[in-house]
């Protein structure tokens, strides 16, 4: 569904749809039929209420898992600029970009602050990585027998 979404949303922004094929007619001429087919299979889908239920679920999954991913790379750039051993062999020692590059990471800090003052989103990314250690396990089990 999010596939035929973003296919029709692209057919009907004009800017982009011209970027995206070079203004070539032809290809515009194509991207808006295959809107117009998507935009009536689309239509089914949407009345079909437990499809919908179960790809709002699948979308929620992935918000979340989304933003653990964001506030893994926030902690990990928050980490580096504190680390100015590394900084200096990144940037090879050019202190404006070094400079520049913690500023960015004093944003990512109120960023990651903002994420992290959300307990829910917290649990999620606890069980998410619980559930990825876990999977770890036994895989890693799995191929030390075999």
């Given at each position: 569904?999010?596939?035929?979404?973003?296919?029709?949303?692209?057919?009907?922004?004009?800017?982009?749809?011209?970027?995206?094929t070079k203004?070539?007619?032809?290809?515009?001429?194509?991207?808006?039929?295959?809107?117009?087919?998507?935009?009536?299979?689309?239509s089914t889908?949407?009345?079909?209420?437990?499809?919908?239920s179960a790809?709002?679920?699948?979308?929620?999954?992935?918000?979340?898992?989304?933003?653990?991913?964001?506030?893994?790379?926030?902690?990990?750039?928050?980490?580096?600029?504190?680390?100015?051993?590394?900084?200096?062999?990144?940037?090879?020692?050019?202190?404006?970009?070094?400079?520049?590059?913690?500023?960015?990471?004093?944003?990512?800090?109120?960023?990651?602050?903002?994420?992290?003052?959300?307990?829910?989103?917290?649990?999620?990314?606890?069980?998410?990585?619980?559930?990825?250690?876990?999977?770890?396990?036994?895989?890693?089990?799995?191929?030390?027998?075999?």
């Amino acid at each position: 569904m999010e596939d035929l979404q973003s296919l029709i949303k692209l057919a009907s922004n004009t800017t982009k749809l011209e970027a995206k094929t070079k203004n070539n007619e032809t290809k515009i001429a194509a991207i808006q039929a295959k809107a117009s087919a998507a935009a009536t299979t689309l239509s089914t889908m949407e009345s079909n209420t437990t499809l919908v239920s179960a790809c709002a679920g699948i979308s929620a999954a992935n918000d979340v898992k989304s933003a653990c991913n964001k506030m893994e790379d926030l902690q990990d750039a928050i980490a580096l600029a504190a680390n100015t051993t590394k900084l200096d062999e990144i940037f090879k020692g050019n202190s404006t970009k070094i400079a520049d590059f913690q500023a960015k990471a004093a944003t990512a800090q109120t960023k990651l602050d903002a994420m992290t003052s959300n307990t829910t989103l917290v649990s999620d990314c606890s069980d998410l990585a619980a559930e990825k250690g876990m999977v770890t396990i036994v895989l890693n089990y799995i191929f030390k027998i075999n």
